[in-house]
């Protein structure tokens, strides 16, 4: 926690001297999560990021210097500077990937999930996303195929109660945008407080 914590504060200092090519997803007071499930990963399980993701690939063992020199556009970056913040990827440590495209990466998770339910491989894939990826159709559409076809992959929604400049709850119904709808489809909902590293539900 404590690393990833050093690395955002270090990622938006740099952006502040306007050293970071792109732009930037900072996760500060999100690391908690992070640190958690990493633990819980086998070395070939899979991860799917958003463009918040530098907590999450850096928790699989992700090089710290390589996306760091990543975030900078150097040549030495993890994607040789070409992908940027947005789309940190460490393929050897399970990090399949940063989608900027807000729900995009659920499906493509499924989809992971299904190939190694298909190659019996005991592979899990687990896919991050934020509050507001739950008012995307994908959401809805990836949870409900995991379901009927039983699929390996765990959906963790980071609810920092904003998608942009709009408080999630002014767009959606429900109190909890991701669990409340999971029981819809079949799945159980776990509810955890993200900003205790001790919190069980
Ligand atoms: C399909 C799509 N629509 C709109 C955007 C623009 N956009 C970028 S981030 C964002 C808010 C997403 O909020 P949330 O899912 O809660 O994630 P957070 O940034 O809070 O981690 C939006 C609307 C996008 N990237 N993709
Ligand atoms: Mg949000």
Avoid at 69 to 92: C, F, I, P, Q, W
Avoid at 150 to 178: D, R, W
């Amino acid at each position: 926690m404590v690393e990833l914590r050093d690395f955002e504060q270090r990622a938006y200092e740099l952006f502040l001297e306007n050293l970071v090519r792109g732009t930037s997803h900072l996760a500060l007071g999100q690391e908690a999560i992070s640190a958690g499930y990493a633990v819980a990963m086998r070395p070939d399980d899979y991860t799917f990021c958003t463009y918040r993701g530098h907590g999450h690939t850096l928790a699989r063992g992700a090089s710290m210097a390589g996306a760091m020199a990543e975030l900078l556009g150097r040549g030495n970056g993890m994607l040789h500077g070409k992908g940027g913040s947005m789309h940190l990827t460490d393929v050897g440590h399970g990090a399949m990937g940063s989608y900027a495209i807000v729900g995009a990466h659920l499906p493509i998770a499924a989809g992971a999930a299904w190939s190694a339910q298909v190659r019996k491989s005991g592979q899990v894939a687990v896919c991050f996303f934020g509050d507001g990826a739950t008012n995307i159709g994908a959401f809805h559409e990836a949870l409900n195929l995991a379901v009927v076809w039983k699929l390996p992959v765990v959906f963790v929604c980071e609810n920092n109660q904003y998608m942009e400049y709009t408080p999630i709850g002014s767009v959606t119904a429900v109190e909890h945008p991701a669990a409340d709808r999971a029981s819809a489809y079949g799945l159980e909902p776990i509810l955890v407080d993200g900003n205790d590293a001790g919190s069980k539900r």
